[in-house]
């Protein structure tokens, strides 16, 4: 088997290049491996489509970064039925990976990494064991091709936020999703004209406040959004929040949607909307944000298809 270590130098511990090399070709020792660093966004996709094409035997490649390393990667490899995903988590939020942590405490998840650290040692992922999951599959008119989510696709509220953070960030602004971000979608963002159907079902009548996809359940580094999804079961977890007051977002809900406990509560689901299902659309009447796996795209419409099974996925070996 050939080992590929895709690596994102702008990624966590990553940073120092030649610590990180020194790491690999210890842990490597032997085996049949060789390290890609990433050039840009996305630059690490033909790269890998264009490996493909020229090798047939299996291959594990290792995704050493945060979750836009991780998406990028799935959206290289999905498809391929000979290739396994490995995850070094050394981003800074590590949504992804959250959903194996073996410690299910949120502060724990959260706070002390614990989600991440499982993944963070090469021996115990050249030794790990391959599990099957699911992929969401998004397409739409402004997409030259599909996107691959193999975490959360989410908009409405903070797929606003993120794309306001993404751009003071490209300006230099400090704390990029802070104020800058929150106030505008406060004021702008709370009441999105958006429809959403599951299975041909229409979800809401014109308006929405946020809505997440979810094969993995957190967003945002610590935002337990769709705590019930599950990434073997074919179905793709769906979880509105209608529109509301500031108010009651604030002190009812905000709280325990970041704890995931919002899906428990039969009082807070009086405004929740939950479905699982095998295709969602989303339509607008107007360009609208959307979160996929931490990545924006732009449009009218979309369609989110369900890919059972997709990915090889490789869970680590405990010590």
């Not at 050039?39 to 290792?62: F, Q």
């Not at 599909?146 to 989410?154: A, E, L, M, R």
């Not at 104020?179 to 429809?195: E, Q």
Request: proline share 3%; charged share 30%; hydrophobic share 35%.
């Amino acid at each position: 088997m050939k080992h590929l270590i895709i690596v994102n130098s702008k990624a966590g511990a990553s940073k120092d290049l030649a610590a990180f090399k020194e790491t690999v070709n210890k842990d490597f020792k032997g085996l049949d491996y060789e390290i890609y660093e990433t050039t840009g966004p996305r630059s690490v996709i033909p790269y890998l489509r264009e490996y493909l094409s020229k090798n047939t035997d299996r291959l594990r490649v290792y995704a050493c970064g945060g979750d836009g390393t991780i998406h990028e990667v799935v959206n290289a490899i999905s498809g391929y039925k000979n290739v396994e995903l490995a995850v070094l988590a050394v981003g800074t939020g590590n949504d992804f990976v959250k959903i194996y942590s073996e410690d299910k405490d949120y502060d724990k998840v959260v706070k002390e990494k614990m989600g991440a650290k499982r993944f963070q040692d090469f021996k115990t992922l050249i030794n790990g064991d391959v599990i099957d999951i699911d992929l969401s599959k998004i397409s739409g008119p402004s997409l030259k091709e599909p996107w691959y989510s193999i975490n959360v696709i989410n908009f409405g509220f903070d797929a606003i936020v993120g794309a306001k953070g993404n751009y003071n960030k490209i300006k230099g602004y400090k704390n990029p999703y802070g104020p800058r971000a929150i106030i505008p979608a406060i004021l702008g963002g709370r009441f999105n004209k958006i429809i959403v159907k599951a299975d041909g079902e229409q979800l809401n009548k014109k308006r929405m406040l946020l809505a997440s996809l979810g094969q993995g359940q957190w967003v945002g580094g610590q935002y337990h959004a769709s705590p019930k999804s599950d990434n073997t079961d074919g179905l793709i977890d769906v979880v509105m929040l209608k529109c509301m007051s500031l108010a009651r977002l604030m002190i009812q809900y905000f709280g325990r949607y970041t704890k995931g406990e919002h899906l428990d509560n039969e009082k807070l689901m009086k405004r929740i909307i939950y479905r699982r299902a095998k295709e969602i659309e989303i339509i607008s009447n107007k360009d609208v944000d959307i979160c996929v796996d931490g990545e924006i795209i732009r449009g009218k419409e979309f369609k989110v298809e369900v890919c059972p099974k997709a990915l090889k996925f490789v869970l680590p070996k405990s010590k």
